[in-house]
């Protein structure tokens, strides 16, 4: 009855369990923006004349920041590396997919950077877990 009960009503999220389902969610997700990441740097010479610039700083930058966001700070994020530093540009980039690049597309559309959006920002919260290359170095100052 007790092993019913802690599994129904488990008391501290931040346990060992709570850090293997963070550091899971942040391999999926993160290995999953950066496929899109890496599909854009391997296109980078087609792309980098007819990328979106919302921002007005040009298509190439625009690329190469969407790069970044989407390939090095998702190595930050899997890691735990820099991980609430490496979410900014990853929550920016999705802004900015799903209010401006795509604004006037379908929600069909938009919807998978409302999802990576909300994926981010919830992960934001939570922190990276017991898993992550942040607490070693917390460890060691």
Known sequence: MTAILRILFPAAP?????SWLLLA???????????????????????????PDPLGIGSQTSLLLAIFAEVICSLGFITGMLYRLALIPM?????????????GDPFAVRELAMLYLAAFV????????????????????
């Open 14 to 18: 931040s346990g060992a369990g709570a």
């Open 122 to 141: 919830l992960l934001w919260i939570a922190g990276p877990g017991r898993y992550a290359v942040d607490n070693l170095i917390a460890r060691r100052l």
């Open 91 to 103: 929550i920016f980039t999705m802004c900015i997919a799903f209010f401006s690049v795509h604004k």
């Open 25 to 51: 969610a942040r391999i999926v997700f993160g290995v999953l923006l950066m496929t899109h990441g890496i599909a854009k740097w391997q296109n980078f010479d087609t792309l980098c004349t007819t990328f």
